[in-house]
């Protein structure tokens, strides 16, 4: 399902009209943390989440095929994803947490 920007799953694919087309960034995570936890990650795949991170150090929700961030609400839970995911992959990114 990673198509090299993000997961294409049913809610990219079918989802409501605010979901169509739009990556959950917070599964790309989940993604990401699976890979790392199986030993099966390479790095560079990390871009595309770090690059979900806004300007004032919090992460966006969603965003679609050109790279625009979409308006989707971004949960605790989901927050938590990022620093989770973040803290397993590297050190560097717990340091953009600060």
Known sequence: MFDGRGLVDESYKDGSGSEHGIYQAYKLALYLYAL?????????????????QGANDGFHA???????Y???PLST????????TGTALSKA???LLA
């Open 70 to 72: 979409a308006d989707l």
């Open 77 to 84: 839970r989901k927050r938590v994803i990022f620093i989770v």
């Open 36 to 52: 790392q936890a199986t030993g099966t990650y390479y790095y560079g795949e990390k871009d595309n989440l770090f690059w979900s």
């Open 62 to 68: 969603g965003y679609d095929q050109a790279g625009a």
């Open 93 to 95: 990114f717990c340091s």
